[in-house]
């Protein structure tokens, strides 16, 4: 790992992304049902939605992103995009980190709509990394909202903020509601980092 620079590895979907939000429109056409009808505290996978009888989550998976260009179309979460912009300019090296290559058969656009959705919305980023195992991409802090890679990171001994949303809400650890607390999160241990000493994390 660089350690030249304080390196910040961020997760897309549900951390900068709207991710859940933007399917959440996109299920309701696919299932014909009310949009009021799908609960929006769901959790990872949407099986509240009662998606399995209709070909599973794989399945809404490659139509909202081949279909309805999910990952072009959807908004950024609340001061994502911004906050980013203002870590980066205080030499934060952002290095994206997402697990969208998971279907095979969509992956040239699926980057394509990544990068494209990155540049609209003028969130800066020194490197991007498309994989499942993100422990392996290396990073002082990162920021991720999936319970599955949070405690895969954390049990590679990897600090871990969790961004809060209903997937999520079950672990425990240090979290961040909004980007407002994950900045000031991230401030102090680049601060610590910087330092020597000791804190959030014992980095």
């Known amino acids: 790992m660089d350690n030249s620079c304080f390196i910040l590895g961020v997760d897309l979907d549900g951390v900068v992304g709207d991710f859940y939000g933007e399917i959440r429109k996109i299920a309701a056409e696919w299932l014909n049902k009310p949009i009021e009808s799908l609960t929006p505290e769901i959790s990872y996978g949407l099986k509240e939605w009662g998606i399995d009888e209709f070909g599973g989550y794989d399945r809404l998976h490659r139509f909202a992103v081949t279909q309805r260009n999910i990952f072009l179309d959807m908004k950024p979460i609340a001061h994502a995009a911004a906050t980013l912009r203002k870590l980066s300019s205080k030499r934060i090296r952002i290095r994206i980190i997402t697990h969208r290559l998971f279907l095979k058969y969509s992956h040239n656009t699926t980057i394509k709509q990544t990068v494209d959705w990155l540049d609209n919305y003028d969130i800066p980023y020194w490197d991007i990394c498309f994989m499942a195992d993100k422990g392996a991409v290396g990073a002082h802090v990162y920021i991720d909202d999936a319970p599955e890679n949070i405690i895969n990171l954390r049990k590679l001994g990897c600090n871990t903020i ?42």
Not at 183 to 193: D, N, Q
């Open 162 to 203: 969790i961004f809060t949303n209903s997937t999520n809400r079950s672990l425990d650890g240090l979290r961040a509601d909004n980007w407002f607390e994950a900045e000031k999160i991230i401030m102090e241990a680049r601060e610590e980092w910087s330092t020597g000493t000791v804190g959030l994390f014992g980095i």
